[in-house]
């Protein structure tokens, strides 16, 4: 009995040496290297720059951030887009890091906004970035909604 366990075991010994041998082998007669892996590329930071579309309850109307750069505006839209009027012109801070979620506190541009009869006069406005939209408070009439853009 011991007889045939030496054998079994001999026979999966040489079975793995063999098996081990044959992967190491290449058509260029050479030894084999491991395949070198690409290095995962760097993810990108989070881009927010371009034109989001807050909707209103209302089809013809509805608020619309313009981000480019470091400064962003916030527009009352209404008339099917034919009247603008501005509610927020101030800094936008971009995120520098590959990230999913992002907040800023933007600083008004008070120049902008004391001849803009719609305009928030807020020295500060936080906004905030979460699964695709960019939402922010808006208070007009002493009535404060928080409103939610996609991007267009």
């Known amino acids: 009995m011991l007889d045939v366990s030496r054998r079994t075991f001999l026979a999966m010994v040489a079975g793995a040496a063999s098996l081990t041998l044959a992967g190491c082998g290449n058509s260029g007669g050479g030894g084999s290297t491991p395949a070198a892996s690409a290095p995962e590329p760097e993810p990108e930071p989070l881009d927010l720059t371009g034109t989001w579309i807050a909707a209103g309850e209302s089809e013809d109307s509805w608020q619309e951030i313009v ?10 839209v209404s008339d099917n887009g034919d009247t603008k009027a501005l509610y927020w012109a101030g800094t936008y801070t971009a995120p520098e890091n590959a990230t999913d979620t992002w907040e800023w506190t ?28 960019i939402s922010y408070d808006v208070t007009a009439l002493g009535v404060t909604k928080t409103l939610h853009a996609e991007k267009e």
């Not at 981000?67 to 009352?76: L, P, Q």
């Not at 933007?106 to 305009?119: F, G, I, K, V």
């Open 106 to 133: 933007s600083q008004n541009d008070t120049e902008q906004a004391q001849n803009a009869l719609m305009a928030s006069g807020d020295e500060t406005k936080v906004f905030s970035y979460a699964d695709g939209q």
């Open 67 to 76: 981000i480019e750069g470091d400064a962003m505006t916030v527009n009352w």
